[in-house]
T-cell receptor, first 111, second 113 residues
Framework: NAGVTQTPKFRVLKTGQSMTLLCAQDMNHEYMYWYRQDPGMGLRLIHYSVGEGTTAKGEVPDGYNVSRLKKQNFLLGLESAAPSQTSVYFC??????????FGPGTRLTVT | GENVEQHPSTLSVQEGDSAVIKCTYSDSASNYFPWYKQELGKRPQLIIDIRSNVGEKKDQRIAVTLNKTAKHFSLHITETQPEDSAVYFCAASSNSGNTPLVFGKGTRLSVIA
């Protein structure tokens, strides 16, 4: 059981470039989440999904898009990266809307 | 929507002392309150949680208390050890199916040996 995995672990982008972060879970969880973590700001929810084919906006969705085409995968896209999107991104999954299991994180720097 | 406030933002204690972190929430419908620990450079991990039908829960040196009337809950760590040094996050959510957790901003706990 790998749990929750994230790809890539690190990435440096130039302003305006695009990229996709991949989250995968092998626990058959219905719920998946994308957070960003910035110093002093805690964990802020970007988008989440309550099942395959569904997505919903969280607290800070602007500048990001997501897709959940397969139950085990949740993709986070940045269409045109901005320096304000420099952050550590965590994916999480859960069986219900409660206990969440986090991935190892992706450290993204936008220059 | 739900709003979770967490205090203090930083906390330093001597090894062996107790540490208390407090959170308040705004939505009276919230009934699930977990605490996560995040060590430096690592992912957040659940350490304890409590549901609204329980006032207190203990797991070895860690305990959580809940006061639904006042809408606040607290994490208590006794006999602190250096390995307790980490950032702790509280969170809250309702049991209404699809409501995700709302996290506090975190408390950085330093245990000084």
């Amino acid at each position: 059981n790998a749990g929750v995995t994230q790809t890539p672990k690190f990435r440096v982008l130039k302003t305006g470039q695009s990229m996709t972060l991949l989250c995968a879970q092998d626990m058959n969880h219905e719920y998946m989440y994308w957070y960003r973590q910035d110093p002093g700001m805690g964990l802020r929810l970007i988008h989440y999904s309550v099942g395959e084919g569904t997505t919903a906006k969280g607290e800070v969705p602007d500048g990001y898009n997501v897709s959940r085409l397969k139950k085990q995968n949740f993709l986070l896209g940045l269409e045109s990266a901005a320096p304000s999107q420099t952050s550590v991104y965590f994916c999480a999954s859960s069986y219900s809307a409660h206990e969440q299991y986090f991935g190892p994180g992706t450290r993204l720097t936008v220059t | 929507g739900e709003n979770v406030e967490q205090h203090p933002s930083t906390l330093s204690v001597q090894e062996g002392d107790s540490a208390v972190i407090k959170c308040t929430y705004s939505d009276s419908a919230s009934n699930y309150f977990p605490w996560y620990k995040q060590e430096l450079g690592k992912r957040p991990q659940l350490i304890i949680d409590i549901r609204s039908n329980v006032g207190e829960k203990k797991d070895q040196r860690i305990a959580v208390t809940l006061n639904k009337t006042a809408k606040h809950f607290s994490l208590h760590i006794t006999e602190t050890q250096p390995e307790d040094s980490a950032v702790y996050f509280c969170a809250a959510s309702s049991n209404s199916g699809n409501t995700p957790l709302v996290f506090g901003k975190g408390t950085r706990l330093s245990v000084i040996a």
